[in-house]
């Protein structure tokens, strides 16, 4: 009877470590993936704040001194407020994205303590039961993080071609309004 129990247990110990086995590779390559998405989601959610810091600085920066709204007609001042508001709609547009990238954050630091607890049950040789539904969640997560990048830096790129346009705009408007003052 005590050989049938230690066989018993020998048995259960060897099944475990297959199991555990089975899902190294699997585990090890999800985990490279992670951290290189985790980079290049950092980047972006870090762009986006470089996008809003340009856009408030670009708003700051068109307004006219007191000399200079003296010398602008009518229409250049209509026109300098119809840049303002590009620029208010583009702080708009990236406040709306940055709070959904933190939000996709947050999860994804939730994926990662759910990889964490994989490693760790790697390294110990016990992974919970739903380990495969596990992978595959976080694979998913990966997919998706991959997509969600994309159309982030898409928008990001689309600001920053808005507010150079209209810097550009402010300061050929100012500089011609200047030229004029000269003369």
Do not use: H
Not at 21 to 42: G, N, P, Q, R
Not at 144 to 156: D, F, H, L, N, P
Not at 175 to 182: C, F, Q, T
């Amino acid at each position: 009877m005590r050989k049938l129990i230690i066989l018993s247990l020998l048995a259960a110990a060897l099944a475990s470590c297959s199991n555990v086995a089975k899902y190294k590779e699997a585990i090890e390559t999800l985990s490279a993936d992670w951290e290189a998405t985790t980079s290049k989601v950092s980047a972006t959610v870090s762009q986006i704040t470089e996008a809003q810091d340009q856009a408030k600085t670009a708003l700051q920066a068109i307004s006219p001194s007191e000399e200079a709204s003296a010398s602008l007609t009518e229409d250049q001042s209509m026109k300098i407020g119809e840049l303002q508001g590009v620029l208010q709609e583009q702080m708009g547009n990236l406040g709306q994205l940055a709070q959904k990238a933190f939000e996709f954050v947050n999860q994804w630091q939730e994926g990662s303590e759910k990889l964490e607890d994989l490693k760790t049950g790697l390294a110990e040789g016990k992974l919970p039961a739903d380990a495969q539904s596990t992978i595959d969640n976080l694979k998913e997560m990966v997919t998706t993080a991959g997509e969600e990048v994309k159309g982030w830096e898409s928008e990001v790129n689309t600001a920053k071609e808005a507010i150079k346009k209209v810097t550009d705009a402010y300061n050929e408007l100012i500089g011609s309004s200047m030229d004029k003052a000269d003369m």
